[in-house]
């Protein structure tokens, strides 16, 4: 697959970068991206939600009424889960929710990620380029350039560039991400990739290994 490189004021240049069809397009595996996607957001939770048990709680403990003759159910101390303000049963405690995925799974998901957005014409090549100063008008101005201004968009660059991080940081559908970070989740959460021409053939260097 060859798609043609642009530059930064949205017109076409002449030149054509080759996408590896053992990356861009294989046969795509959705139990793989399913998997994970799902380790990223587990990845990312922060698993500190707690409750109290009725051993935990501060209030009295005594018996609130007898335990029979009163015509209604048996109650023991005011901590009980059965009563309002009371303790929570069976409740959530700390708990780690990463697990553990095989690297050629999760390779297998990013190609297929990226096999998807070739296929549905998502991709889009930009000749390389750098910001001087970190300014948002400017990567809006490349955004609107390119016709994706009011999409969501995922920028791979070859190395980390500041200067264009910090320029999208502001913008809320734009994510800039260099080569060696791409993942599942951030590719098909955006509607085009905006990959930056020497970043292909990192890309072609991270999956040959």
Do not use: C, W
Request: a positive charge.
């Amino acid at each position: 697959m060859e798609l043609v490189v642009h530059k930064i004021d949205g017109s076409a240049t002449t030149r054509k970068v080759a996408l590896d069809d053992a990356i861009f397009g294989i046969e795509p595996n959705d139990h793989a991206i399913y998997l994970d996607v799902k380790q990223h957001l587990a990845n990312k939770r922060q698993g500190t939600h707690s409750s109290k048990e009725r051993s935990q709680m501060s209030g009295s403990t005594r018996k609130l009424k007898r335990q029979k003759g009163t015509g209604g159910a048996r109650s023991g101390d005011i901590n009980s889960p059965v009563f309002s303000g009371g303790a929570r049963a069976f409740g959530p405690h700390p708990r780690v929710y990463n697990f553990k995925l095989n690297k050629k799974v999760k390779q297998l998901a990013r190609k297929s990620a990226l096999t998807y957005k070739a296929k549905q014409n998502q991709i889009m090549i930009i000749e390389d380029f750098s910001f001087e100063e970190t300014k948002t008008k400017r990567y809006q101005e490349l955004l609107a350039n390119l016709k994706v201004a009011d999409q969501k968009t995922l920028m791979v660059l070859p190395e980390t560039d500041q200067n264009v991080y910090l320029s999208s940081r502001n913008i809320e559908k734009a994510k800039v991400l260099i080569a060696a970070s791409l993942n599942t989740y951030d590719i098909l959460n955006a509607g085009n990739l905006l990959i930056v021409e020497s970043s292909v053939q990192k890309i072609n260097e991270i999956f040959q290994k």
